[in-house]
């Protein structure tokens, strides 16, 4: 079983920057490939970001390509997702998921993420 806890969401305007944290735990964390979701209001849960076991590879969706950045910090068993340039349509509750396949590749399905956290809200004022 995996624990996976986010924070640093939050309200912040249009053009400005938040930095999302997960921190995990229950089992080893540089085995597993970790993602970011979104799912605004009305809409479909997405992803956003992915990232490998030691970070040499990751994906984004495109919208937030060149503006968004996923890393990941294995001795603190922690994901980032930095957030610059943020948009009005970029507001939503992002979730955190890991995937324990044991094969190191980014995934972009939903389904194939295990784990998953509770949500952030980001809320992003024009």
């Known amino acids: 079983q995996v624990l996976l806890v986010e924070s640093g969401g939050g309200l912040v305007q249009a053009g400005g920057s938040l930095r999302l944290s997960c921190e995990a735990s229950?089992?080893?964390?540089?085995?597993?490939?970790m993602g970011w979701f979104r799912q605004a209001p009305g809409k479909e849960r997405e992803f956003v970001a992915g990232?490998?076991?030691?970070?040499?590879?990751?994906r984004y969706t495109e919208s937030v390509t060149g503006r968004f950045t996923i890393s990941r910090d294995n001795t603190k068993s922690t994901i980032y997702l930095q957030m610059n340039g943020l948009k009005p349509e970029d507001a939503a509750v992002y979730y955190c998921?890991?995937?324990?396949?044991?094969?190191?590749?980014?995934?972009?399905?939903?389904?194939?993420?295990?784990?998953w956290g509770q949500g952030t809200q980001v809320t992003v004022s024009s």
């Open positions: 229950g089992r080893t964390f540089t085995t597993l490939v």
């Open positions: 990232i490998s076991w030691n970070g040499g590879s990751t």
């Open positions: 998921a890991a995937s324990d396949s044991r094969v190191n590749r980014v995934r972009v399905v939903e389904a194939e993420y295990d784990y």
